[in-house]
């Protein structure tokens, strides 16, 4: 009688000599990969780091300063205690601001506004890699709903608390837009929170591209 132990011994030795299909070759993807490939991150050319920096610098200060001067009349509309001065608060030092011209004039809506443009920003920067499949939390749809809801909600706040905040600065009594029609400091309004989007945009495409 045969002994088939012995046999299938010997074949095993042949199997594991011969090429296996769930395991690929060094260099490519697979889940028994022997040697991972490293991602490269190549470096921008000179002329795309300057496009960016010119359009950085020339439209980003438009939206500040529109943000500033519109976005924080907005905040003082609605929130009365916004109005405070900056000189006024209790900080050390910080009363030297109403010894010099336009710093005196900043209250704490400025503040708010220039964090709710930062705030908006970012928000866009991530909206937009979601979007794209860029970032983590499109997959919490499945696996964390609760996550991804939380993360929208905050997110969709933020951005409809801006477009309230821009509007009713627009709108207000002092701000020269009574004799103009109703639908004025809306249109005005969506053609900011495009140019925030696409500044938000532009961001994201220069450090997130889709191809590397």
Same mark, same amino acid.
């Given at each position: 009688m045969f !002994? %088939?132990?012995k =046999?299938?011994?010997?074949?095993? %030795?042949y !199997?594991d $000599?011969?090429? %296996?299909? !769930? *395991?690929?070759?060094?260099?490519?993807?697979? &889940?028994?990969? @022997? $040697?991972s490939a490293v991602?490269l991150k190549?470096?921008?050319?000179?002329g795309e780091?300057?496009?960016f920096?010119l359009? /950085? @610098?020339? *439209?980003? #200060?438009?939206?500040?300063v529109?943000?500033l001067?519109v976005?924080a009349?907005? =905040?003082r509309?609605?929130v009365? @205690?916004?109005?405070t %001065?900056l000189?006024?608060l209790p900080? &050390?030092g =910080?009363?030297k601001?109403?010894e010099?011209q336009?710093?005196?004039? +900043? !209250?704490?809506?400025?503040?708010?506004?220039?964090?709710l443009?930062?705030a908006?920003?970012f928000i866009w *920067?991530?909206v937009i890699?979601?979007?794209?499949g +860029?970032?983590?939390?499109?997959g919490?749809?499945q696996?964390?709903?609760?996550a991804?809801?939380?993360?929208?909600l /905050?997110?969709?706040? /933020?951005?409809?608390t801006?477009?309230?905040?821009?509007?009713?600065g627009l709108?207000?009594?002092?701000?020269g837009?009574n004799?103009? #029609?109703a639908y004025?400091p /809306?249109a005005?309004t969506?053609?900011?929170?495009?140019?925030l989007? $696409?500044?938000g945009?532009l961001?994201?495409?220069?450090?997130q591209p889709?191809? @590397?």
């Open positions: !002994d %088939r132990s =046999i299938h011994a010997a074949l095993n %030795r !199997d $000599a011969l090429p %296996r299909d !769930d *395991v690929l070759p060094m260099g490519e993807e697979g &889940p028994n990969t @022997v $040697a991602r190549r470096r921008k050319p000179f780091v300057m496009k920096l359009l /950085i @610098v020339t *439209v980003g #200060p438009l939206l500040f529109l943000c001067a976005a009349q907005g =905040i509309e609605m009365s @205690v916004m109005r %001065r000189y006024q900080l &050390p =910080i009363e601001l109403s010099y336009g710093f005196a004039d +900043l !209250d704490l809506s400025h503040v708010a506004s220039a964090l443009f930062l908006v920003t *920067v991530r890699s979601e979007f794209k +860029l970032g983590p939390v499109m919490y749809r696996s964390n709903p609760f991804f809801w939380l993360y929208t /905050i997110a969709g706040v /933020i951005l409809v801006d477009a309230l905040v821009f509007w009713a709108a207000a009594k002092n701000s837009w004799d103009t #029609p004025v /809306i005005c969506l053609l900011y929170a495009a140019g989007a $696409a500044f945009a961001h994201q495409s220069y450090h889709d191809q @590397v």
